[in-house]
């Protein structure tokens, strides 16, 4: 029997192939009909006999071009038209209304790479390869519909043999916006003492320089890399003086996996995240004894790596460098830098030579980074290769734009079903951040074609973006709804695992504001999508001198013993009385009696720092997380014993009162006990009070389901155990891996509060 069949398919189909996999697939069969490419993805009409058309259809989801991704696939049967043959219909595509998914940017596929090696290939060592299957995407892309006009490849007209390619549905460069070779697309240059070299190879004279110990900027392929020889101490030290960055790790960039194994563990889980075509940095474990400068990431047992991932960095690495240092190319805290001129200017200072191309980047995007933990990807940063991806809910929300908060900030669009997170925008405290977050939603609003009518933001009152809510509430006379910092972060966990039912909410960070004006950030909640109620958190001591002692953890861990010890806290005879000035604990002493800039907070992350720089482990950091971050480090393995702590309650509150983890670990000090053994005691004390304060909340509500989220489960130490010991103990736990436990994915939570 012949039928006819009408089929949507929604989700990244555009630009990635799709029309031409399905005209190839048709082949396969006896159908008749048309496909198109409208703006609610890809549209088809097909006619053939029942059993061949629903084969058609099975193998559509079965044999999908690598970049195709479908989220949604509805069927119609309808009656019979009498198609001739098959054919691809002129795209409807109205732009006022619908919107399709748009692909990130991904790494350079294996015939790219095939051809770019190939000297008998027209595009032999053509940094700029790319096809249907891989090459820039969100970073070029600035409206919809994904055609060439609406990218940064405008510019460049295609050539005959190009432009054949492109109107070849048979030729993988069939629609490939970005399609170009030497002759009619982009090119490099080198310039030195701000000029142009001439009559040089630019790749190769950038490989010499670097070779010399030079540090270049290079144009990626979302912006600037800051690049230098990662095996060349005097380079990478030189590269940190200029960058005014002491400790930060850097990350790194090896042509292949064998080179990386031979300074990481790779571990198979970590492999596949590391050759996944949108190739994030991962964080793997040091070698002991390996080639790279120990300056690369002084004080950290991991290296942050990626294998190339634009045509041009293949050629720079290959056969070259055992790794490249790749560190987003910026001044200080501003975000990375996109632009050309903008370049050549700021980054002048840093760079003895600039590896730039003419094709303009409209979408800064830097390199996403994760973790492996519980053999889980943690994103600790989720930018390129994954914006502008949604995440998808089982649920729809209004229309919102949420802000985030400060650190490492993203913002989210929700739309439907989606909620569009935007890249890495960097810490929100200058303007040019400021800046960045608006020129994303300006870019985010008009590419999946939103007009919010909620804004989302913090409650903290000092933060840009809530500000920024403020102002733009005015502007255009929309309705603003602030959410709590750790409700935001547990709804982010909930909403990537589509729960929507109440849960116990684990929120454990550094900083956020309270609703009763104080820091919070070790938070236990009871949580739906809308409300909360603080259950229980860390007991409240102070931050001596507020912001100052986040950067200087020897205060809090000062608080902690003057709180618990009085004046007898300064006599001890332990190292961290020695290493720190008695005038200086002095005035904090003052500090605190007389409640000057002295906060109250239950920060978990602070509780951290204390314990890192008690153990004597770092007094002062250069980052944010640095304290904790090395204490984990120190972490020895298969300790069993921790210390000890107390819960009790106060009206409807649990609080944890870490004092006897303080009185147990000057125990141990004075004892002389080994600092890894300590560290491990300390995380193994964490974790057993979460699972006991999850126990004593489950007996009172009958709640089962744990979400964990916050910037402390970045630790793997620590969540590693929590997991475990929370399962073991019938617990069913959440984590985060589409977006960051850490402020990055406090949009997503804010949307998803503010638009439910
Ligand atoms: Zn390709
Ligand atoms: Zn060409
Ligand atoms: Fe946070």
Not at 35 to 51: A, C, F, P
Not at 663 to 682: N, R
Request: with cysteine.
């Amino acid at each position: 029997m012949e039928i006819r069949k009408n089929i949507i398919v929604q989700g990244i189909v555009q630009g990635v192939g799709f029309r031409p996999f399905i005209h190839k697939l048709v082949q396969n069969y006896n159908l008749s009909g048309w496909v198109l490419n409208s703006n609610q993805g890809v549209e088809m009409d097909i006619e053939g006999k029942t059993e061949e058309l629903n084969n058609f259809i099975s193998d559509i989801k079965k044999r999908l071009p690598p970049l195709a991704r479908i989220e949604k696939m509805e069927v119609n049967q309808l009656p019979l038209i009498g198609y001739k043959g098959f054919y691809i219909k002129k795209s409807i595509v109205k732009e006022e209304d619908g919107f399709v998914l748009v692909s990130p940017d991904i790494s350079i596929c294996k015939d790219c790479l095939q051809e770019l090696y190939d000297p008998h290939n027209r595009r032999f060592r053509y940094p700029f390869i790319n096809c249907t299957n891989c090459g820039p995407r969100f970073t070029i892309i600035k409206d919809i519909p994904y055609d060439r006009e609406k990218t940064t490849m405008s510019t460049f007209k295609m050539c005959p043999q190009c432009q054949s390619e492109y109107e070849n549905i048979e030729d993988r460069r069939y629609h490939a916006q970005p399609n170009a070779c030497a002759d009619c697309g982009p090119q490099l240059s080198l310039y030195q003492n701000k000029k142009k070299l001439e009559d040089i190879d630019p790749i190769e004279e950038a490989v010499k320089l670097l070779k010399k110990g030079k540090i270049g900027a290079i144009k990626g392929l979302g912006g600037f890399h800051l690049a230098c020889d990662a095996a060349n101490n005097k380079a990478v030290a030189r590269l940190r003086w200029l960058k005014n960055r002491e400790t930060k790790p850097f990350a790194l960039m090896s042509s292949d996996l064998e080179k990386i194994n031979q300074y990481c563990e790779v571990k198979k889980k970590e492999e596949e995240w590391l050759i996944n075509q949108s190739r994030p940095i991962v964080l793997l474990k040091k070698k002991k004894n390996n080639l790279i400068s120990p300056l690369a990431a002084p004080k950290n047992n991991c290296l942050g790596v990626m294998l190339p991932y634009t045509p041009l960095h293949y050629l720079l690495l290959k056969d070259n460098f055992i790794a490249l240092i790749m560190t987003s190319g910026n001044i200080a805290d501003q975000p990375i830098i996109g632009d050309n001129q903008e370049a050549l200017e700021k980054l002048d200072r840093i760079a003895d030579f600039f590896l730039l191309y003419n094709r303009d980047i409209f979408n800064r995007c830097d390199d996403s980074v994760l973790k492996i933990i519980n053999s889980d990807n943690v994103f600790f940063r989720r930018s390129r290769g994954y914006v502008p991806h949604p995440i998808i809910l089982d649920f729809k929300l209004k229309e919102v734009l949420a802000l985030g908060g400060e650190l490492k900030n993203t913002i989210s669009f929700s739309k439907e079903n989606y909620v569009f997170l935007s890249q890495y925008l960097g810490d929100l405290k200058s303007v040019e951040a400021l800046n960045f977050l608006k020129e994303s939603i300006v870019s985010l609003k008009k590419m999946f074609r939103i007009n919010p009518e909620i804004i989302a933001c913090d409650l903290h009152p000092d933060y840009l973006s809530t500000q920024y809510a403020e102002e733009i509430k005015v502007e255009k006379g929309l309705k603003v709804v602030k959410v709590q910092h750790h409700h935001a972060h547990i709804v982010s966990c909930m909403a990537e695992n589509n729960i929507k039912e109440k849960v116990i909410g684990v929120a454990y960070d550094g900083t956020g504001y309270g609703e009763d004006g104080n820091i919070w950030g070790g938070e236990f909640l009871l949580c739906d999508l809308k409300e909360y109620l603080r259950v229980g958190h860390l007991k409240y001591y102070p931050l001596p001198g507020g912001d100052k002692a986040i950067s200087e953890p020897w205060r809090m861990a000062y608080s902690y013993l003057y709180s618990i010890y009085g004046l007898k806290a300064k006599t001890f005879d332990i190292d961290f009385s020695r290493r720190i000035d008695y005038d200086k604990l002095s005035i904090i002493e003052k500090m605190l009696d007389k409640n000057i800039n002295s906060p109250l907070t239950s920060s978990c992350g602070r509780l951290f720092d204390a314990a890192s720089s008690l153990i004597g482990i770092r007094d002062e950091i250069s980052y944010e997380g640095q304290a904790a971050m090395e204490l984990e480090s120190f972490c020895a393995s298969g300790i069993k014993e921790r210390y000890k702590f107390r819960i009790y309650q106060e009206e409807e509150e649990f609080i944890i009162d870490p004092q006897e983890i303080f009185i147990d670990i000057i125990k141990d000090l004075k004892e002389g006990i080994d600092k890894k053994v300590m560290a491990a005691k300390f995380h193994n004390t964490v974790a057993e009070f979460t699972l006991n304060l999850c126990g004593k909340i489950r007996e009172n509500t009958g709640i089962n389901k744990i979400a964990l989220s916050g910037g402390v489960f970045q630790n793997r130490y620590l969540t590693e155990k929590i997991i475990s010991l929370l399962e073991k103990d019938d617990f069913q736990v959440y984590t985060q891996r589409k977006v960051p436990p850490n402020d990055g994915g406090i949009s997503l939570g804010q949307a998803v509060v503010a638009g439910s």
